[in-house]
């Protein structure tokens, strides 16, 4: 068997004041492994102690502003970069908006981090053996009491000197604690069943408590009051109109906003006549004329217009756009058969915008004229 | 055991400077207050609305930090108790600062325009709250309430002096339970009246505790600029140290950051629903020189006080929690002239010797009223039962 170490000597005082001396007094004797313990922190004690300044709020200022800065890189990262949302109008780097998160992600990482470095580094944890365990000291110090302890292992140690100082002091109660080598340095199991079984339970009872709330007691009344609310849903049946109908239709003639009703519907020759290319020929238009034409119209087109489709023989291919025909038709013209389809071909007014529309036309006369070359353009 | 105070108490007549520089400050702000009332009543009458705001501040503050002190059972604040008691004093002084402002009003207020009203449909639904009659009798009832409580929590203070009867405590302890609800109502009210409804259309629900949180500030800062003066010159009792001065500069420090909190909370909602009926209140305070005004509010009010305030010397050490205290209640008029201003003078600042003669006014006043009752009474509550502990008080 290990025998008993000797790990220092304790004493207990009755008052903040006392214990302050106490701390003072041993401080300017040269102990220099000594500590106190009281039932709540004391202020000025580290004075008294002559203890240098605590290194722990380095570790709070460098974790804070390093997690404030990570929230605004995040916060940039999220909402301007990555999935950049347009949300009520602001710009996509809003930064009073992210003001709380900042707040609360550099509050919460730099009071963790704090935490657990003075748990895992000051302390030493998972040491979980310390000889002051289960002491008479130790449960005075918990409850009323403010005690001193002086450690075996300072350089100035000595039984006698020590026992004469606390009693100088005021101190009552000095004992001495002693130590078991091998029980210090025994590292408890952390996987015990015992630990174990109240691990899962806690799991098991907590998530049954968020199923049972989220699942069944939110539809109950009366915590169903958001979900059911007296109005009507979309598509749903109503028993106000006489028609059953919960949507209703817009008044006769309604035109929705920013849409222009086509005149020259099923009158191709009109349109060619009457309708003229707005846009003047730039390099802007072009470019969206010709970022259209490829996205609806070279699907069966093709991307020179020579009717090369992509369709693989699923549709007929359309005839070219390079014929005399289509090179003498009028801006209008083409834009009537955008609009209102022509044979097989669809109308494309829900998928293009007129703007859009004679854009494409712009587009369709380069791709011509690149085929069917003027004399002058050779020059 | 502890250490022995001397709790005796000598009382010792304050230099006769105080009364000299307070007489020439407050002659110089009258006169420059008659002078502006002369010159341009309008602009005069917002000032004296800032005036207005300002003293009750420093006033319903201070009488709110004396009834925390009695409902907490505090005892670090006891042996100063009297300086914020003195400085309540300010309650009975307001109705005579507003007499000016009731006979310009209707130049500050449109709202009392019956043309204006008739014309305009969201002041006719306000009607009821906003106009002239039920304005007035708020004014003077809530006047006439904290000065209820202002009497007798004081009346209470002082006669235990003389008798010790350890009951007047307890008294005071119900008076200030009373005065609590009373204190909340009456505060958010006040900010209603005098600050919101310079702008009738403008709402904003938190403006009442903005306020708030700004008056405790300006009843503290004034109070500790007092308190560290008079103990360093030894007039109060013997003992004070930096364990107290401590907990005044940690009690200004968390009210800076309430501040903060309230100010930004305020703003951001605002700016996010991005409502034209609030924003304006904001744009307007974002026009010409006001830009850097508001932005400057930022800085004066938070970001100073927060870093010279943050750390553990700053509050111990009395000549920089002198200094901070000061800037504090700089801070407290700048924001007073931020909420109200703008709606005067809409392009930009405007600073002159109309507006600093309302300012050398406050502090003259001030300075007289301290000194007349520190004249007539002790400067420490002598015999109240919890004097010694919080002489004795440590961290």
């Avoid at chain 2, 400050?25 to 004296?48: K, P």
């Avoid at chain 2, 259309?201 to 500030?217: A, D, E, N």
């Avoid at chain 2, 300012?359 to 007289?368: E, K, N, P, S």
Wanted: glycine letters at 6%; proline letters at 5%.
């Amino acid at each position: 068997m290990s025998e008993k170490i000797l790990y220092g000597y304790t004493g207990l005082f009755d008052s903040p004041d006392s214990i302050t001396h106490a701390a003072e007094k041993a401080a300017s004797k040269g102990y220099k492994k000594f500590d106190v313990h009281t039932p709540y922190p004391l202020h000025g004690m580290n004075k008294a102690m002559k203890l240098p300044t605590s290194k722990l709020g380095y570790v709070s200022l460098v974790v804070g502003l390093s997690s404030a800065l990570a929230a605004v890189l995040a916060m940039f990262w999220i909402s301007a970069k990555d999935y950049p949302i347009v949300i009520g109008g602001k710009p996509l780097f809003s930064f009073p908006a992210y003001v709380p998160v900042i707040f609360e992600v550099t509050v919460l990482s730099a009071s963790i981090a704090t935490v657990l470095t003075m748990l895992l580094i000051f302390f030493k944890l998972p040491n979980n053996g310390h000889p002051l365990h289960g002491t008479e000291y130790m449960k005075n110090v918990a409850v009323d009491k403010y005690g001193i302890l002086i450690q075996a292992e300072d350089e100035k140690f000595n039984e006698a000197d020590v026992k004469k100082f606390l009693e100088e002091c005021g101190a009552v109660n000095i004992s001495p604690v002693y130590f078991d080598e091998e029980e210090i340095n025994h590292k408890h199991k952390i996987l015990e069943p015992k630990f174990i079984g109240f691990l899962l339970l806690t799991a098991l009872f907590t998530s049954g408590i968020s199923y049972l709330t989220l699942n069944k007691l939110l539809y109950l009344p009366p915590f169903d009051w958001m979900m059911e609310q007296e109005k009507l849903n979309p598509q749903s049946t109503s028993t106000i109109f006489a028609d059953g109908f919960g949507m209703r239709k817009p008044v006769e003639g309604t035109v929705a906003r920013g849409y222009l009703p086509y005149a020259f519907k099923g009158q191709p020759e009109a349109a060619g006549e009457n309708l003229v290319n707005p846009l003047p020929v730039s390099k802007s238009v072009l470019e969206l004329g010709q970022k259209k034409f490829d996205v609806y119209c070279s699907p069966c087109h093709g991307y020179h217009g020579e009717g090369e489709s992509r369709l693989r023989g699923q549709f007929p291919n359309p005839p070219s756009l390079h014929s005399e025909k289509v090179r003498t038709w009028s801006d209008g013209r083409i834009f009537h058969v955008i609009t209102d389809g022509q044979n097989i071909m669809p109308s494309y007014s829900t998928q293009l915008t007129a703007e859009e529309k004679w854009a494409a036309v712009h587009y369709i006369r380069v791709l011509q004229r690149a085929l069917n070359a003027k004399e002058s353009d050779l020059q | 055991m502890s250490s022995i105070h001397n709790a005796e108490y000598q009382k010792r007549e304050l230099p006769k400077k105080i009364q000299t520089i307070g007489l020439i400050l407050f002659g110089v702000g009258l006169l420059a207050v008659i002078l502006g009332y002369v010159q341009d009543s309008t602009r005069a009458a917002f000032n004296n609305i800032i005036l207005y705001v300002f003293l009750a501040s420093i006033g319903l503050g201070s009488l709110f930090l004396v009834a925390v002190e009695y409902l907490s059972g505090a005892v670090w604040s006891t042996p100063f108790r009297r300086i914020p008691e003195f400085l309540s004093a300010l309650l009975i002084v307001l109705p005579f600062v507003l007499i000016p402002v009731f006979s310009n009003m209707s130049h500050i207020f449109h709202w009392m325009h019956p043309e204006v009203v008739s014309a305009d449909k969201i002041l006719q639904s306000k009607a009821p709250y906003l106009n002239s009659t039920f304005f007035i009798i708020r004014t003077a009832a809530f006047i006439f309430l904290w000065l209820v409580f202002y009497f007798f929590i004081i009346k209470n203070s002082k006669k235990q002096d003389a008798s010790g009867d350890q009951s007047l405590t307890k008294k005071n302890i119900k008076i200030s339970a009373v005065f609590m609800p009373v204190f909340a109502i009456t505060i958010s009210f006040t900010a209603i009246d005098w600050l919101m409804s310079l702008e009738p259309h403008w709402f904003s629900t938190i403006l009442g505790v903005y306020y708030f949180s700004g008056s405790v500030l300006a009843g503290l800062a004034a109070a500790t600029i007092i308190i560290v003066m008079l103990n360093e010159n030894g007039y109060l009792v013997n003992g004070l140290n930096s364990n107290h001065y401590y907990s005044l500069g940690a009690l200004l420090f968390a009210f800076t950051n309430f501040w903060a909190y309230i100010a930004f909370s305020q703003f951001m909602l605002i700016w996010y629903a991005n409502l034209p009926e609030e924003t304006f209140w904001f744009l307007q305070r974002w026009e010409g020189t006001w830009i850097i005004f508001t932005i400057g509010l930022i800085f004066v009010r938070f970001v100073i006080p927060y870093f010279g305030l943050l750390s553990q010397p700053s509050k111990m050490n009395p000549k920089r929690l002198l200094v901070m205290s000061c800037w504090i209640l700089f801070a407290h008029w700048y924001d007073m002239y931020w909420l109200a201003m703008p709606n005067y003078s809409k392009d930009g600042v405007l600073f002159g010797w109309i507006e600093l003669g309302f300012v050398l006014f406050a502090i003259g006043l001030v300075m007289l009223l301290f000194n007349q009752l520190a004249k007539k009474n002790n400067l420490v509550a002598i015999k109240d039962p919890k004097l010694q502990r919080g002489i004795d008080f440590r961290l």
